[in-house]
């Protein structure tokens, strides 16, 4: 992996809860983007990053914030888990460099009972 | 916008036969085309990259792709599969201006080696 580590690997919450879910990178990157991963879905776009402070929704933002106060931390936040938003949830991360690829952690599994 | 159509979400190959995974795009721009696989448990890895440099890919562990821009498509072949090919292919799109622009998957097609 380059230099992503996403936390928690694993969480079962409840609905109704808050959630938060961390990626931190090591390689300096300007952007970073969190995708939830669902069967018959692929990948959808949650919310991205491009740089400090600096964020926009994706394709599937409601009921999650973001936050980046800094290069190399970027939270998810579930506002109030529901159990629609049980899914895998990957953030990447991408150098500015023109048609760069992006670069994936391992994933968190989300469960909301 | 764009988007990708990636053609049955499971394919199944024999050892040692040829893998052919199929993706189509729409583009308003000219694309910038991305494969990727996914194994289990794990998160997605770059296979190659199609940035209108040559229209025939190569990627790693012997993967190909050919942009058609006549038939919108960019499809990944492998002469002769292998076991440890088994995983999950996605292909995803992007505009050119690519800075703040979103990658766009597929919905993915997972591949079974049959031995």
């Known amino acids: 992996d380059a230099g992503i580590t996403q936390s928690p690997r694993h969480k079962v919450t409840e609905t109704g809860t808050p959630v938060t879910l961390r990626c931190h990178q090591t390689e300096n990157h300007r952007y970073m983007y969190w995708y939830r991963q669902d069967p018959g879905h692929g990948l959808r776009l949650i919310h991205y990053?491009?740089?400090?402070?600096?964020?926009d929704k994706g394709e599937v933002s409601d009921g999650y914030s973001v936050s980046r106060s800094k290069t190399e931390d970027f939270l998810l936040t579930l506002e109030s888990a529901t159990s629609s938003q049980t899914s895998v949830y990957f953030c990447?991360?991408?150098?500015?460099?023109?048609?760069?690829?992006?670069?994936f952690g391992n994933g968190t599994r989300l469960t909301v009972t | 916008a764009q988007s990708v159509t990636q053609l049955g979400s499971h394919v199944s190959v024999s050892e040692g036969a040829l893998v052919l995974l199929r993706c189509n795009y729409s583009?308003?721009?000219?694309?910038?085309l991305f494969w990727y696989v996914q194994y289990p448990n794990q998160g997605l890895q770059l296979l190659l990259k199609y940035t209108s440099a040559a229209t025939l890919v190569k990627g790693i562990n012997g993967f190909e792709a050919e942009f058609k821009k006549s038939e919108t498509s960019f499809h990944l072949t492998k002469p002769s599969a292998h076991m440890s090919d088994a995983a999950e292919y996605f292909c995803?799109?992007?505009?050119?201006?690519?800075?703040?622009?979103?990658?766009?998957f597929g919905t993915g097609t997972r591949l079974t080696i049959i031995p």
């Open positions: 990447a991360i991408r150098s500015g460099q023109k048609n760069s690829p992006l670069h």
């Open positions: 990053s491009y740089g400090v402070k600096d964020t």
């Open positions: 583009s308003s721009v000219p694309p910038y």
């Open positions: 995803a799109v992007s505009g050119s201006n690519f800075g703040n622009e979103k990658l766009t």
